[in-house]
């Protein structure tokens, strides 16, 4: 019952965002549309921007799905870039009426994961450090994220299909080798 209410104000949101900015809809507006409390809103989100970080998340999980290894990295961006073009009255609304920190806030939980899990994987017989292996995540996600902020601040216009294909012409490699430097300064 749960994650369904949850669900019912995911869609009622995107609904809602097709006619209305982010910011001039209400706790009301969205319990009306989906017909159910106040206290119930409450029960799942603290606010509305509460419900957009956990839609932006949802999405992203859903699109990514068995997509976090090296050789399937490229379908999973390729797959998030699908699920933000999908939404893109939504995504645009959020990203020109929430500051652009909130939108980088919830990419970043998105794409880290992703970028972790490869990591972790190219890390397989290699002894390295946790804090290493997270920061050459985070160093990566930062690209990532950077790309799509760009990306979406420009309308979402630019072939997302490119992006994706120009960003594993850029990463080819370079992972297994920030992983290797990491080894070689380690054994110094």
Not at 63 to 71: G, I
Not at 75 to 82: A, H, I, K, N, S
Not at 149 to 167: C, H, N
Request: glycine share 4%; aromatic share 12%; with cysteine.
């Amino acid at each position: 019952m749960s994650n369904t209410t949850k669900l019912a104000l995911e869609a009622s949101l995107k609904r809602l965002l097709l006619h209305k900015r982010i910011d001039k809809i209400t706790i009301q507006d969205l319990t009306a549309d989906c017909g159910i409390s106040r206290m119930s809103f409450y029960y799942h989100f603290k606010d509305i921007y509460d419900l957009v970080e956990w839609v932006c998340v949802e999405d992203g999980k859903r699109a990514l799905q068995d997509k976090k290894t090296y050789d399937t990295w490229q379908e999973g961006m390729l797959q998030v870039f699908e699920a933000v073009m999908e939404n893109k009255p939504f995504i645009l609304n959020v990203y020109s009426a929430v500051s652009k920190d909130k939108i980088e806030s919830y990419l970043n939980k998105l794409t880290y994961q992703l970028i972790a899990d490869v990591v972790e994987e190219k890390c397989a017989g290699i002894e390295l450090a946790d804090d290493d292996k997270t920061f050459i995540a985070e160093f990566y996600k930062y690209g990532f994220v950077g790309i799509m902020l760009d990306w979406i601040a420009r309308g979402m216009k630019d072939d997302y299909k490119q992006i994706v294909e120009k960003m594993s012409t850029t990463l080819h490699g370079t992972i297994a080798n920030s992983i290797r430097n990491f080894e070689e300064v380690k054994k110094k």
